[in-house]
């Protein structure tokens, strides 16, 4: 079957560095994608990683490995808003988004 | 603001209410998306539409019928739900369905339901 793990709780300090891992096994794959989704709200797009390696957007980067079917979500300089659940999800080989059950993420100060 | 809005934002039905959920998005995309959120569990995609033909039905149960009118405007219409349906239900859409990078997925902020 198609799997996606993320813990499912992490706590950080304001200011700080966390690093959000991602394992998958899915039949194919055509890319992964984060999201952030606060409490009550949308999930909003974050990042997508298609080819190994690290992609930075500003004081978020997301690194993929697709031979250790592994990503990871680095979040530098935390803030207080940064306060939410972080999404994986896999786009496996007939296009569909296979998704994990979210990380939530608690800031303190 | 992601471009997509979904309307109600809250509804609670009894078990033999009929009722509908309603999306549009303003992004000009072509596919749209409806999704089941359950707490702690992964989002289950339910149906896709792609230029306004349905490409995928996840199994869901036939109380659940969605609708397509235009590329545009989607619609979940319910009937005879059970409690264990009582969850957000999201909509998105994307520019592309079945292309990769381009399918990324936008959001709406869902429909908070509860089935009495």
């Known amino acids: 079957g198609q799997n996606i793990d993320q813990p499912t709780e992490m706590t950080a300090t304001e200011g700080a560095i966390v690093q959000i891992n991602c394992t998958y096994q899915?039949?194919?794959?055509?890319?992964l994608f984060w999201y952030q989704q606060h409490a009550g709200e949308a999930p909003t797009f974050l990042s997508y990683?298609?080819l190994d390696g690290l992609e930075e957007k500003g004081r978020f980067s997301s690194f993929l490995s697709r031979s250790k079917g592994y990503s990871y979500l680095l979040l530098k300089e935390l803030q207080m808003k940064d306060s939410a659940s972080y999404l994986c999800?896999?786009?496996?080989?007939?296009?569909?988004?296979?998704w994990g059950a979210g990380t939530k993420l608690i800031i303190k100060p | 603001e992601t471009g997509v809005t979904q309307t109600p934002r809250h509804l609670v039905m009894g078990m033999t209410n009929k009722k509908s959920l309603k999306c549009e998005q303003h992004?000009?995309?072509?596919?749209m998306y409806w999704y089941k959120q359950s707490a702690k569990k992964p989002l289950e995609l339910m149906f896709v539409?792609?230029?306004?033909?349905?490409?995928e039905n996840n199994s869901v149960p036939s109380r659940f019928s969605p609708e397509c009118p235009n590329s545009s405007h989607l619609f979940l219409h319910l009937h005879t739900l059970q409690p264990e349906d009582s969850a957000l239900y999201l909509c998105?859409?994307?520019?592309?369905?079945?292309?990769?990078?381009?399918?990324?997925?936008?959001f709406g902020p869902g429909t908070r339901l509860t089935v009495l």
């Open positions: 899915t039949s194919g794959f055509n890319g």
């Open positions: 998105a859409s994307s520019p592309t369905y079945g292309q990769g990078g381009t399918d990324t997925q936008y």
């Open positions: 990683n298609v």
């Open positions: 992004l000009g995309h072509n596919a």
């Open positions: 999800a896999v786009m496996d080989s007939n296009y569909q988004l296979i």
């Open positions: 539409y792609n230029f306004k033909e349905q490409t």
